[in-house]
């Protein structure tokens, strides 16, 4: 009896397995990714079930966020706020741009003042000081805001500016803040301030929701002052870790260019919400002898906010990273957390690297998670050989998401080079095509080179065999990471 039921079992579990495989490879995905969950079903016997249930699933056909929702929304304030302000398309300085502007709807905006934090402390205390001053709106997304000291001098601060009759909207990302009492955000709550997750996930439509994450980072406060980056609201980003510092990089951005990230985080409302938000007071005229703006029209930096998400038809961010790499005459410089690039942007970077561009890429010596930086090391070969120098970062955690090319184009973002942020997660990053800019961010790159180790091939080969092959196992697996 015993040995039916578990030959009925065992052909029921293959029926499933088999049926599972069929329909990942009916549902017309990236190869690559699809091997790799064949892989996992095939290997790991009901876990790889498990995983495909909860991360596998498409939900684009499900679509998850109206799509004529998310048009609409970008659609109305793009045309009746932002295109009278935007810099003419006849002088576009870059393929790119235009790119941007024709998949992204993102507007190229001049006359913007652009300060970039290296340190978590002068960003954080730059926002408190912005957020004290502000007389209409704050509105706040982060993917993590911790119930630690520095969350709740946040909270506090935001709650002070709530009892003033300061209009203040809150999204944070369920899954990054899974760990958070809801104490924390009922506080917030009872003081009248609008807070909202993104995507929650709750048994029984667990599923694929947990793999699709808004990772961005965005602060606008008054509609013409907004930060962008790679910077979470908690205490480890300000003190770092036991091991070391926390380096990552974040940008203030004073002038127009505040109304993509105005956009961009009111279509994230709509999308948990189903609020339309396109009042004209969200998207204030902006001058130079505006409240706001405390520069003159010689801090010149022209900017678009770029977004991506995994509902649309194109992968927004990844292709102009690709598109900035194969234009590069002279050097690209990029700093990631992790590296798991996809096909395109791998071939990207070794074509740069091969016909003679200097080609740099920075990561941590020492990842906050073994199995993701084991999946980046995999690739280190590949670009070595191609001659990409490569750089790891000692003095503690790189969480940093710049890229700089030519001193042209450069880029500050929650973007990071791997699968998850650029099909999976929704995504932002301020794009500049000013000389400033670039040089600023090319030569934080080069500051940081002095707290990094230059990875030479003859060092890299050096490393312990154990580590060649649980590099490779994890390789295979890199596009589910």
């Known amino acids: 009896m015993n040995d039916i039921l578990f030959t009925l079992f065992y052909f029921s579990y293959m029926l499933i397995v088999l049926s599972t495989v069929v329909f990942v490879v009916l549902d017309n995905r990236n190869p690559v990714k699809a091997m790799a969950w064949i892989l996992v079903l095939s290997f790991l016997p009901v876990i790889g079930l498990i995983l495909y249930f909860f991360l596998g699933r498409s939900n684009r ?20 706020y932002q295109m009278q302000e935007s810099l003419d398309t006849n002088l576009d300085k870059s393929r790119i741009m235009s790119f941007f502007r024709n998949v992204n709807n993102a507007l190229p905006f001049e006359g913007n003042k652009v300060e970039i934090y290296t340190e978590a402390r002068s960003m954080f205390l730059s926002l408190l000081r912005v957020i004290s001053s502000a007389k209409h709106h704050i509105h706040i997304e982060f993917y993590i805001i911790e119930d630690d000291p520095v969350g709740r001098m946040l909270r506090d601060a935001l709650i002070d500016k709530a009892r003033q009759g300061v209009k203040i909207r809150l999204l944070y990302d369920d899954v990054g803040c899974w760990k958070v009492n809801k104490d924390f955000f009922e506080a917030m709550l009872c003081e009248g301030i609008e807070v909202q997750s993104f995507l929650k996930v709750r048994f029984p439509v667990f599923t694929s929701k947990v793999n699709y994450r808004n990772h961005r980072k965005i602060v606008i406060v008054d509609g013409c002052i907004g930060y962008i980056g790679g910077m979470n609201i908690a205490y480890r980003y300000l003190y770092g870790l036991s091991w070391g510092v926390w380096r990552d990089t974040h940008v203030m951005i004073q002038g127009r260019a505040v109304y993509g990230l105005q956009t961009a985080f009111l279509t994230d409302w709509f999308a948990v919400e189903r609020a339309l938000i396109t009042s004209p007071e969200y998207f204030p005229k902006i001058t130079y002898q505006s409240d706001c703006i405390d520069y003159v029209i010689g801090n010149n930096s022209i900017a678009q906010i770029v977004t991506s998400d995994p509902v649309g038809v194109w992968r927004d961010i990844m292709q102009g990273y690709v598109m900035a790499i194969n234009s590069a005459k002279n ?60 750089y790891l970062y000692k003095k503690g955690f790189l969480h940093s998401k710049i890229m700089v090319c030519d001193d042209e184009i450069s880029t500050v973002g929650s973007t990071n080079m791997d699968f998850r942020s650029f099909e999976h997660n929704f995504e932002a990053n301020a794009f500049f095509y000013d000389k400033k800019t670039a040089l600023a961010i090319k030569e934080i790159f080069c500051n940081d080179v002095k707290s990094c180790m230059y990875l030479t091939r003859k060092m890299w080969n050096s490393r312990s065999r154990i580590n060649k092959v649980s590099e490779s196992v994890i390789r295979l697996f890199s596009p589910l990471l």
């Open 61 to 80: 056909k499900e679509r998850m966020i109206s799509r004529k929702g998310y048009s609409r929304l970008i659609k109305r304030p793009m045309s009746e």
């Open 331 to 390: 050097y690209v410089y990029i700093q990631t957390p992790y590296f798991l690039p996809t096909e395109p942007v791998l071939i990207a970077l070794q074509t740069a690297a091969l016909s003679g561009v200097d080609v740099r890429i920075m990561i941590p010596k020492r990842g906050d998670s073994w199995l993701i930086h084991k999946g980046t090391m995999s690739y280190i070969d590949d670009i070595l050989e191609a001659g990409v120098k490569v």
